[in-house]
């Protein structure tokens, strides 16, 4: 498979979720114009590419994949919401669009992600999802996956003490890797499958794409990423570059890459999109 036609399926799973996205999301208010402002201003959307893939394999109707992708698009987009504000990330930039509380404020902020985490359940409860994949999702989101993650991360700035790589590797794994977990997970799990392949194809794909990122920080160019860089360095925070070294982190997310794409095995070139994807999140400029 070309990079071309792997940018093709991600463009395409892109345009599917946003036609969901804008039939599903309420209008004419202004909590509903900062949903929409939060969910629908673009990004990679490799989560719902994740969802729309996984989904495929096990022959998912169409429908069903996209509104699931469609949920957990909400989801991420009030992570980012939240993460933006003042008490946390401080961000006045996301995808060069001012951040929600920078165009409206810290509280129509806090609304808008609270409007967007229910409205990813009320999508999932519209379709009959299954219990098992709701319930996972809000295990993921919630207390136990990304925002133990996001306390974490926010403990460790002002922390004596530097996290080492395996507590760096523990939190990440919940603020960034849970999402990217359940969206794997959620082709089979929508089809009363197995998910342990797609979860350990996950797990290697998330933990390299926090190294990307931690990389992106030093390396990117701010414009391209439409936010604010340097920040870990400015905050004296540990990550993966800090503590393993540039040419380790890249080796490191290069062998994370070739086991993700190992654990897609049972599903032979029917798995080929989600092969690209895992070499994609260490090659992405954003």
């Known amino acids: 498979m070309t990079q071309t036609q792997f940018q093709a399926a991600l463009a395409d799973a892109a345009g599917r979720v946003e036609t969901s996205l804008d039939s599903l999301l309420p209008k004419d208010t202004k909590i509903a114009e900062s949903m929409r402002y939060a969910v629908l201003n673009g990004g990679k959307r490799l989560r719902a590419f994740l969802v729309i893939e996984s989904a495929a394999l096990f022959d998912v109707p169409a429908p069903q994949a996209n509104a699931t992708a469609a949920a957990i698009e909400c989801v991420h987009a009030y992570s980012l919401v939240h993460d933006d504000l003042p008490a946390m990330d ?92 359940w969206s794997a997970g959620a082709g089979p799990m929508l089809a009363g499958a197995d998910p342990a392949p797609l979860h350990r194809y996950a797990e290697a794909l998330g933990r390299a794409f926090q190294i990307r990122d931690d990389i992106l920080d030093i390396e990117g160019d701010a414009t391209a990423a439409g936010k604010r860089l340097r920040k870990d360095n400015a905050a004296g925070k540990a990550t993966f570059v800090s503590l393993l070294g540039m040419d380790a982190a890249k080796a490191r997310a290069a062998e994370l890459v070739a086991q993700a794409q190992d654990a897609l095995s049972p599903f032979g070139n029917r798995a080929k999109n989600l092969r690209q994807a895992a070499q994609y999140t260490i090659t992405r400029l954003t």
């Open 90 to 181: 401080n961000d006045d930039l996301r995808r060069s669009l001012p951040t929600v509380h920078i165009k409206w404020d810290d509280a129509t902020a806090v609304l808008a992600g609270d409007a967007l985490q229910a409205m990813a359940f009320e999508i999932l409860a519209q379709i009959n999802a299954p219990i098992a994949l709701i319930g996972a999702l809000a295990r993921a989101a919630g207390g136990q996956g990304m925002v133990l993650g996001q306390d974490m991360d926010i403990a460790a700035e002002t922390a004596t003490i530097p996290l080492d790589l395996t507590q760096i590797s523990t939190l990440q794994s919940l603020k960034t890797g849970a999402l990217i977990r």
